[in-house]
């Protein structure tokens, strides 16, 4: 059954990888979304060696999220180099390299499973990166972009087809963690009493 629906998965997968980076982008040219640089730095590259790991592990139509990912987020990071925040302090650039040892230890490592952990250790440190920004400034991040990233992320998972570990960990990873970074950002919101009409308002004034 989940074989006969890949393909449809795999299909609205990349759709939603289209979808959930529209706002973010109109947000980014808004001036009220101020993404990360290190954080999209490392996704950009990260993506595309997620793409090519799971191409070589045998992948077919998981590899359409995979594939949008990559182009999205390297044009994410291009915008983020003038209208972004972040990734020139000292601590930004040693997690920057843990990141890259991480991406380092896919070239070396033959072993999928493994190979994938390591993605997976360097993913989780550029989310680690855009925590304190999301923690004290909820609102300079799009909630839709990463809620939808969530349901891209399972959709993939769907399109996998089959019960390979070395294929799903992946992106029922990236499921959860754009989840707990949606949460996060709507927690915050709450806290500080940040309502999209404010959002929107610093929309106008940018």
């Not at 380092?104 to 990166?129: F, G, K, N, R, S």
């Not at 993939?156 to 019960?163: I, L």
Request: one cysteine or more; aromatic letters at 6%; a positive charge.
């Amino acid at each position: 059954m989940l074989i006969t629906l890949a393909p449809v998965f795999g299909v609205l997968a990349g759709v939603v990888g289209v979808v959930d980076t529209v706002p973010y982008v109109r947000d980014i040219v808004r001036g009220t979304t101020r993404p990360h640089r290190g954080t999209w730095f490392i996704w950009g590259m990260l993506a595309i060696v997620v793409c090519v790991s799971q191409r070589a592990d045998g992948a077919s139509w998981s590899l359409v999220m995979a594939g949008t990912q990559a182009v999205l987020t390297s044009l994410i990071f291009v915008l983020a180099i003038r209208r972004g925040a972040g990734g020139l302090s000292a601590t930004d650039g040693m997690l920057i390299a843990i990141a890259a040892g991480g991406m380092a230890a896919w070239v070396v490592v033959d072993e999928p499973i493994i190979a994938t952990a390591c993605v997976i250790a360097a993913d989780l440190i550029a989310a680690a990166m855009m925590v304190p920004k999301v923690y004290r400034d909820p609102g300079s991040e799009t909630l839709m972009t990463f809620a939808l990233a969530g349901v891209g992320g399972a959709l993939a998972a769907g399109a996998v087809g089959a019960t390979d570990a070395s294929l799903l960990c992946y992106p029922i990873y990236y499921c959860l963690v754009n989840c707990a970074i949606a949460l996060l950002i709507h927690h915050r919101r709450v806290a500080l009493g940040v309502s999209p009409a404010l959002v929107g308002r610093r929309a106008v004034r940018a």
